[in-house]
């Protein structure tokens, strides 16, 4: 029983640097456009980020559910702990190698794909809840498309009203307008985010037989969405300088188009109780913002380097989870 009790804190503890190290990758995500056009100075951007995150992480608790029952049953995994652990493991790695170099990757995938193959290799691929793999899975696929098209929409009709008015006027207002859609966005990635740890927690209790359910503690809900405010509070500069000043020339008119877009859908999905990616969300409404102003202004190779990241981060998690489980245990 102690010896239980010590891997279940060595998951929790693992969970909640998970969602540290999220804080302030992610996050950046959410500030980005905000710091870059000046709207919000750094240091009031991530006080303002923490907050939002905090409130949004412990308002909600439906993705929590979702990513602690839809990858496998933790009811029914002997190792259900061990599992973990290698998951979170992979996933942390993953985080840091990419924050190391400044690539906007998910957070999001590289814990769901961790989690997929460590239950692979740790108890087999019938223990693979593969529909709701694959349901969590289009959900992350299919949220850049829309935030893509939504934020080339909002542009649009952004243009058309706002064309014939001098740029500083109306650069001036949408800059004051980027205070409310950073907190938006921070919040949206509160009640998205922040509920992936507070899952994997929750699995982690029900598998070692601490919970009967998938229902989340408050400890829980508050342990995570501190730690996530905590990681947040850290900053992520080198990702905050990649979406806002790399992928094209963000005006306060931008940043507010593609923070109003980001934030509508990763809330759209929190309310849909599907896990999303708030780095994919950010990032393609930034693409489709920039398309929308000229398309020869986004800068297409860096964005197709990002694009890559997407793609590789899910089975690149789930292969070295299943290595951490097979060299730990």
Same mark, same amino acid.
């Not at 800059?175 to 998205?192: C, D, E, K, W």
């Not at 806002?244 to 008119?253: D, V």
């Given at each position: ?54 409130v ?13 029952g ?12 061990q599992?973990?652990?290698a ?17 906007p ?14 239950v ?16 969590i ?6 949220s ?6 939504v ?29 409310? *859609?950073?907190? $938006?966005?921070?919040?949206?990635? +509160?009640?998205?985010?922040?509920? =992936?740890? %507070? &899952?994997?927690?929750? !699995? ?21 969405? *501190?730690?996530? $405010?905590?990681?947040?509070?850290v +900053?992520?500069?080198k990702i905050? =300088?990649? %979406? &806002?000043?790399?992928? !094209? ?5 931008n ?5 109003l ?22 990032t ?44 730990l245990?």
């Open positions: 029983m102690e010896t239980s009790l010590f891997v279940l804190g060595i998951v929790i503890f693992l969970a909640l640097a998970f969602d540290f190290i999220n804080g302030f990758h992610d996050t950046a995500n959410a500030i980005a456009t905000s710091v870059s056009t000046r709207a919000l100075k750094p240091r009031t951007a991530i006080i303002l980020a923490a907050i939002m995150n905090f949004g992480a412990v308002l909600f608790t439906g993705v929590a559910k979702t990513i602690g839809s990858v496998a049953d933790p009811s029914k995994l002997d190792n259900g702990l599992v973990t652990i998951a979170l493991l992979a996933a942390i790695i993953w985080n840091l190698v990419t924050w190391w170099l400044g690539i990757s998910s957070s999001s995938h590289a814990l769901i794909g961790a989690m997929a193959g460590a692979f290799v740790g108890a087999g691929p019938e223990y693979v809840n593969w529909a709701g793999f694959k349901g899975v289009e959900a992350l696929l299919l850049p498309l829309i935030a893509f098209v934020g080339y929409i909002i542009m649009t009709i952004l243009k058309w009203t706002f064309g014939k008015k001098s740029p500083h006027t109306v650069n001036k207002g949408f800059r004051s307008m980027q205070v409310i *859609t950073a907190a $938006a966005q921070s919040f949206t990635h +509160g009640t998205n985010d922040a509920q =992936k740890a %507070m &899952g994997v927690i929750t !699995f982690a209790l029900v598998t070692s037989g601490h919970l009967d359910s998938l229902e989340v503690p408050l400890w829980v809900k508050i342990a995570a969405a *501190t730690s996530m $405010a905590l990681g947040t509070s +900053g992520g500069w905050i =300088k990649t %979406m &806002g000043t790399k992928i !094209f020339k963000i005006e306060p008119i940043g507010f188009a593609a923070d877009t980001s934030a509508s859908v990763i809330f759209g999905a929190t309310l849909l109780k599907l896990p999303v990616s708030t780095t994919h969300a950010v393609s409404a930034i693409l489709g913002v920039g398309s929308s102003k000229r398309f020869s202004e986004v800068k297409w190779s860096l964005a197709g380097r990002i694009v890559i990241t997407w793609f590789i981060t899910i089975p690149i998690a789930a292969v070295l989870a299943g290595i951490i489980f097979k060299i245990f």
